[in-house]
């Protein structure tokens, strides 16, 4: 089952994902646009939280996917 | 006294219009004198050409305003130095001995890191002049110097140590593409027929991959030109107002929509309700940070700070940007 990597995978595009949002948010001069990107990015960290979390449940339930 | 003589010879009363022909004379002859004896800029000459052009100007100047002065002499004088210019650069092309004699040699003034005080003497260089090339060939530190050079021609080459020189392709071991010659194969909507023979490439080629960014009639392209790998750039005469998009943002978007249908799918494929739980809130923040930036990553801000930003298209989408962004779309605005 190699769902451990998966989720790793999936974590870690959006992380990245974050990252675009929050440096398109420094890039942009339109103020509401800004706080637009801000506000994403913010969002998406809400969805990284849970995933986080489950990624530490899985490396618990099964020691072999750790550092995958 | 003819108008030829007056041009040629010494005389009294010199005429406008034969002063403007010694002018043409002498000119028409330096240009002549000075291709023949080589393109070398004025930069990168040894003394001794240096010397020699100086002369040449000198002897060319006086007959151009004197009238006591004759062209013949001058005249004679220029293309006798010309010959023997030539003649001296030919003979060391053949015997280094010859060349070392007239153009003199290169005197290293630096060797690993130790200043050779007696060899900057003998260059007539102060440490000062030698700190000042070192500093604009950004080596400002002697222990960084493995060898500095005074060329002939009055430049000062500066060899790095190996510890101080940027890393190429090679030490990295990347693979190094060979860049080539770039062609310019379309200027002003006009084919160049020559370089894109060259390049061996065809008008069909080059016309397909226009089609294929876009461009139909030639006349959109101010510069067309294609490196060795067959990558083509283009610049359209209408780039001001619009200007190549950037795909950042579509991709961003395509990766979350991507990762949300993962993780809706991680949801179904588990049997643990409480992982479901937590994949489905995961994907609902996602699709719901997407849904919000669909207007900013959708309408592609091509002309921002050019154009006011388009309507966007539907009510929804209008209310949804009031809400997240309020005062965006203020009528009257936009």
């Known amino acids: 089952m190699p769902v451990g990597s998966k989720v790793k995978q999936c974590l870690a595009n959006l992380e990245s ?3 675009d ?6 890039e942009t001069n339109d103020q509401a646009a800004k706080q637009l990107y801000a506000q994403c990015a913010q969002q998406v960290k809400g969805a990284i939280e849970p995933l986080k979390q489950r990624v530490r449940q899985i490396e618990h339930e099964e020691p072999q996917y750790r550092g995958y | ?7 040629f010879f010494s005389v009294d009363i010199l005429s406008l219009t034969a002063l403007m022909m010694r002018g043409i004379i002498m000119y028409t002859l330096i240009v002549l004198v000075t291709r023949v004896m080589g393109q070398r800029e004025v930069g990168n000459m040894t003394t001794f050409d240096a010397v020699v052009t100086i002369t040449v100007g000198n002897i060319a100047a006086a007959p151009m305003f004197n009238n006591e002065d004759s062209v013949i002499r001058p005249a004679i004088a220029i293309v006798t130095l010309g010959v023997l210019h030539v003649m001296t650069s030919a003979a060391g092309t053949r015997w280094p001995h010859w060349r070392r004699l007239v153009g003199g040699q290169p005197v290293v003034l630096i060797k690993d890191g130790k200043v050779l005080e007696e060899n900057l003497r003998a260059a007539r260089l102060t440490l000062d002049d030698l700190m000042q090339e070192l500093r604009l060939k950004e080596a400002p530190r002697l222990s960084d110097v493995e060898v500095a050079v005074m060329e002939p021609r009055g430049r000062i080459s500066v060899i790095k140590r190996p510890q101080v020189q940027p890393a190429t392709r090679g030490d990295l071991g990347l693979p190094a593409q060979r860049t080539g010659l770039p062609a310019i194969l379309v200027v002003d909507g006009k084919i160049q027929h020559k370089n894109l023979k060259q390049a061996g490439l065809t008008e069909g ?13 030639l006349k959109q392209v101010a510069v067309a030109q294609v490196d060795a790998g067959g990558a083509l750039y283009v610049d359209r005469t209408d780039d001001a107002l619009a200007p190549p998009v950037s795909r950042a943002k579509p991709a961003l ?18 049997a643990d309700p409480e992982a479901r739980q937590q994949y489905r809130e995961a994907a609902r923040r996602v699709r719901e940070a997407l849904e919000r930036l669909a207007p900013l990553l959708r309408a592609s801000d091509r002309f921002a700070g050019v154009l006011p930003t388009p309507e966007p298209e ?21």
């Open chain 2, 205 to 217: 080629w080059l016309r397909a991959r226009l089609r294929r960014s876009g461009i139909t009639d």
């Open chain 1, 21 to 26: 949002l929050e440096s398109f948010a420094l």
């Open chain 2, 314 to 334: 539907s009510d929804e989408a209008k209310r949804r940007l009031e809400r997240w962004a309020p005062g965006r779309n203020k009528p009257g605005e936009g």
């Open chain 1, 17 to 19: 994902a974050q990252a």
């Open chain 2, 253 to 270: 978007a395509a990766r979350l929509k991507k990762t949300a249908a993962q993780l809706e799918r991680f949801a179904l494929d588990t």
């Open chain 2, 1 to 7: 006294m003819t108008f030829w003589q007056q041009v």
